[in-house]
């Protein structure tokens, strides 16, 4: 696939993940980790018209002048922007216009590319911006969940998405040998900065479980008043379940003494055996006390990956996010990317079930903070 054809698919899937959306959808903002699908469309545009364009033409004219400041995200060398929690103030400009915004960048970048393919240095920027649209395909999924499962009508975005697949496994733990091995991204291809750099780590033995914790379990969780009893939490989780009133994941709803959930096929009882999802760290930290267990460390699950079914959830960890050995922040507005984060968060690893074909490998290193669980977020446990 050349590099157009690839530029071509990747753009044109953001817009097939809003097509099931009414207008009104678009511009919807509940809460400030939420963006509303407009400003998804519009950044990942902005990307390209800022970083690529007008890097590579010098003729280049911007399709509005003010769309640096309306889609900037937290680029503070590119100048101001709107800050996050107003994003879904943006009446303007319009789903049309951020359509038409599309089609003309997009118009450009096909007649920068047509000629530049072989430029090394335009199609590594090329790849980025790709990955970081793709990272915000998930986003958009997950964030239009999180609208629609917030309108008191529950409506249905697909009645085809599948969201959970039963797991099965002979073997419910996998045993991994105390040694030494080496974490980070060696491979060829495409990696975010902050994969690599790869280094050794001593590990003890320990047994990972091979498959992810299930709603069943965590409703044997919930039921055992475990939101109620605050040994099993750290003090910040305890305070954030008292003060938010947190007594189950998001999206589940106890209706007539039946545990319901909204999924993007719209609401539907609580599967048993299908894997858990949208917990936050302080629960899937609690959920792991109250069994008796604890959570992988990042460098844990990346060894134990290959035996593992992973990428139905993004799993929880018990790993700060922070630098590997060697990192440096790269110079200029794109160096902003990963390290600037580097603090207070907890990391994810594997994919889910809204992350694009792709765009998943075993050094991937989400991260969040650990109150956060609009995503595809899960449990795996190590005995």
């Not at 699908?37 to 690529?52: D, Q, R, S, Y």
């Not at 968060?345 to 809204?354: D, F, I, K, N, T």
Request: with cysteine; hydrophobic share 35%.
């Amino acid at each position: 696939m050349t590099l157009s054809e690839q530029y071509h698919s990747v753009r044109q899937q953001s817009e097939l993940l809003c097509a099931p959306l009414q207008k009104e959808d678009y511009v919807v903002q509940p809460v400030a980790d939420v963006s509303p699908p407009k400003w998804h469309l519009g950044h990942t545009t902005w990307f390209f018209e800022t970083f690529v364009l007008k890097a590579y033409q010098k003729a280049y004219k911007e399709f509005d002048s003010q769309y640096n400041y309306v889609f900037n995200s937290y680029y503070e060398t590119v100048g101001a922007r709107v800050i996050r929690t107003d994003r879904g103030n943006l009446s303007r400009p319009s789903v049309e216009d951020v359509y038409r915004y599309r089609r003309y960048v997009n118009e450009q970048m096909m007649v920068l590319l047509s000629g530049n393919e072989t430029d090394t240095q335009l199609k590594e920027l090329v790849i980025l911006g790709l990955n970081h649209e793709q990272q915000h395909q998930e986003l958009l999924l997950t964030d239009i969940k999180y609208i629609l499962g917030h309108n008191p009508l529950f409506p249905v975005y697909s009645d085809e998405f599948i969201e959970s697949t039963a797991e099965e496994t002979a073997e419910p733990f996998h045993q991994i040998a105390e040694d030494v091995y080496e974490i980070g991204f060696s491979d060829e291809g495409f990696s975010f900065d902050n994969e690599s750099g790869r280094h050794r780590v001593w590990l003890d033995s320990f047994k990972i479980s091979t498959t992810l914790v299930t709603n069943g379990e965590y409703l044997e969780f919930i039921e055992s008043g475990g939101y109620r009893q605050f040994q099993f939490w750290h003090a910040e989780g305890w305070d954030w379940v008292n003060r938010n009133n947190i007594q189950a994941p998001l999206y589940w709803h106890l209706a007539e003494g039946q545990w319901v959930h909204y999924t993007l096929a719209g609401t539907a009882p609580i599967a048993a055996n299908m894997p858990l999802a949208h917990i936050s760290y302080y629960e899937a930290a609690a959920f792991a006390n109250w069994k008796n267990r604890r959570l992988p460390t990042e460098a844990e699950w990346e060894v134990a990956s290959d035996a593992l079914g992973w990428g139905q959830r993004w799993e929880w960890t018990n790993s700060s996010y922070l630098p590997y050995p060697g990192f440096k922040t790269a110079p200029g507005a794109l160096g902003e990317y990963n390290g600037k984060f580097m603090v207070n968060q907890m990391v994810l690893r594997g994919a889910s079930v809204a992350t694009p074909k792709g765009h998943s490998r075993n050094t991937y290193r989400n991260f969040f903070h650990p109150h956060l669980r609009w995503q595809y977020t899960g449990i795996r446990l190590i005995q």
